[in-house]
């Protein structure tokens, strides 16, 4: 293959799922270098480690940085273990309390273990950013606040509507996406990916390193935000509507399945492996009859499962869900309750984490929704006696209670 082809097709797979591309003739420049010669580029992320674990919603912007890899970037994957004290206010509302550097410091840890899922450990870097914020300094600090006004800042959506509805904004708030622009600055980047909602911080980063006189200006990549699995809002775990890529491979799976066919091919593309090519037969596949969209979603789980397992696992996975819900057995393993005997089954349900609370649960029985035994319960007022019961909540969720 020449050169040029070679190219094109790195550019179509580092085009793949981004929303929008901010110097593309600088990436393309970088890509022909390193066919040419093998010259490596840097390519940048950061994360500020604000929570422990991460969705797939987080893994689409992983994904861009493995597809760099492959064509000759070098991955700086940056904690913001200083930035991340003071919070990033893009698109909050009010000022986020700052977490503490022992919360840092933990779910930096979580994210350095999940990361390698994903990326080439051989062609990356884990940096944090208080390398070169603390020592920096006041007289540092005042330099870089220098280079950015606050009529500029105020441009920004979130500051200007808080701004306009008289909520606070907090001057620390104002060095956030200063801070996030400098580590380009400091670590020499060519390429910045990050999501849609950081389009301000990401090209602050441009802005930086021209006014600090840097011989490049790097190139943005950013990517949409995930859609979750009801394929309307943004994947997110308070919505309910995530896969946790540590959550159990039978709970991924299900999930997983759960999605509509129509976003299965949104998840392809932003989520497997698999080429452009490839997901465009497949798509053909189903269109024309040859496939069945449910194998085509079920491979699509395997995929996703054996990439932060292995391969056995995401194949138990879908062996107990075909058990369960292909064939409408209980699973093999399910959490285990002793009770005393007049236990409201409401009261029940709540207790052994099938619901919410027990209105949830009446409102789940009212709507069929629950089985004792294998069997629809229809009495909401039913008092459990002395007995051992499998209890199942909507389609998902088992429990086995004993009644003393």
């Known amino acids: 293959m020449s050169v040029e082809s070679q190219v094109k097709t790195a550019l179509e797979e580092i085009q793949r799922g981004t929303q929008e591309i901010i110097g593309l003739e600088y990436i393309e420049k970088l890509v022909r270098a390193y066919f040419q010669s093998g010259k490596t580029f840097k390519v940048k992320a950061g994360f500020d480690p604000t929570a422990p674990d991460l969705h797939l919603g987080h893994t689409v912007l992983l994904q861009r940085l493995a597809t760099f890899q492959k064509y000759g970037g070098i991955v700086s994957f940056l904690i913001g273990d200083f930035t991340g004290m003071i919070g990033d206010p893009s698109g909050k509302s009010e000022t986020r309390k700052p977490l503490s550097k022992e919360q840092v410091l933990v779910n930096a840890k979580t994210y350095e273990e999940q990361v390698y899922k994903v990326l080439d450990s051989s062609k990356m870097e884990i940096v944090f950013n208080s390398k070169w914020f603390d020592s920096l300094g006041a007289r540092g600090m005042i330099e870089l606040a220098a280079k950015f006004s606050v009529a500029r800042m105020l441009e920004r959506d979130d500051f200007e509507k808080r701004f306009k509805n008289q909520n606070p904004i907090s001057i620390v708030e104002f060095f956030y996406p200063l801070l996030q622009g400098y580590d380009s600055v400091a670590l020499d980047c060519d390429i910045e990916c990050g999501g849609m909602d950081q389009k301000f911080n ?120 075909d058990r369960v819900f292909s064939k409408d057995e209980a699973p093999s393993e399910m959490p285990t309750f002793e009770k005393k005997a007049g236990i409201w089954i409401a009261q029940l349900m709540s207790e052994c984490g099938l619901c919410a609370s027990n209105s949830e649960a009446l409102r789940l029985i009212k709507q069929g929704g629950v089985k004792i035994n294998g069997e629809k319960l229809e009495d909401s007022k039913w008092n459990l006696q002395a007995g051992e019961y499998v209890i199942q909540a909507g389609k998902r969720k088992f429990a086995r209670a004993i009644i003393k």
């Open 202 to 321: 990401l090209l602050m980063g441009r802005h930086l390193q021209r006014a600090y006189g840097a011989s490049k200006e790097q190139s943005v990549v950013m990517v949409p935000l995930l859609e979750g699995l009801d394929g309307v809002n943004k994947m997110s775990k308070s919505l309910g509507n995530y896969v946790g890529i540590t959550q159990e491979p039978k709970e991924m799976f299900g999930r997983l399945l759960s999605i509509s066919d129509t976003l299965m091919w949104r998840y392809y593309e932003l989520l497997s492996t698999k080429s452009l090519a490839e997901i465009a037969a497949l798509k053909k596949g189903v269109e024309n009859g040859n496939l069945h969209p449910k194998i085509v979603k079920e491979n699509l789980a395997l995929e996703i499962i054996a990439r932060y397992y292995d391969i056995q696992s995401a194949n138990e996975a879908k062996a107990e869900f």
